[in-house]
């Protein structure tokens, strides 16, 4: 993911869809299987760009 500002400076991070992923599995790993989740991105910048997103993923603006 790229962030280009208003003043022209670049921000590279990392992947969301990756992050996110990561994140479930400690909270699963932290509190078993006591609760199903669902995981999802949510861009909420109203000038994000949103490129190629695989089907299987929850990615929302």
Same mark, same amino acid.
């Given at each position: 993911?790229?962030?280009?500002?208003?003043?022209?400076?670049? /921000? =590279?991070?990392?992947?969301?869809? #990756?992050? &996110?992923?990561? *994140?479930?599995? %400690? !909270?699963?790993?932290? @509190?078993? /299987? =006591?609760?199903?989740?669902?995981? #999802?991105? &949510?861009?909420? *910048?109203?000038? %994000? !760009?949103?490129?190629? @997103?695989?089907?299987?993923?929850?990615?929302?603006?």
């Amino acid at each position: 993911m790229i962030r280009t500002r208003e003043n022209g400076e670049v /921000d =590279v991070f990392r992947n969301p869809i #990756s992050q &996110v992923k990561r *994140h479930q599995r %400690s !909270l699963q790993f932290l @509190i078993g /299987d =006591v609760l199903s989740m669902e995981r #999802s991105v &949510v861009f909420v *910048h109203p000038k %994000s !760009l949103l490129g190629t @997103i695989p089907r299987q993923e929850a990615v929302f603006r």
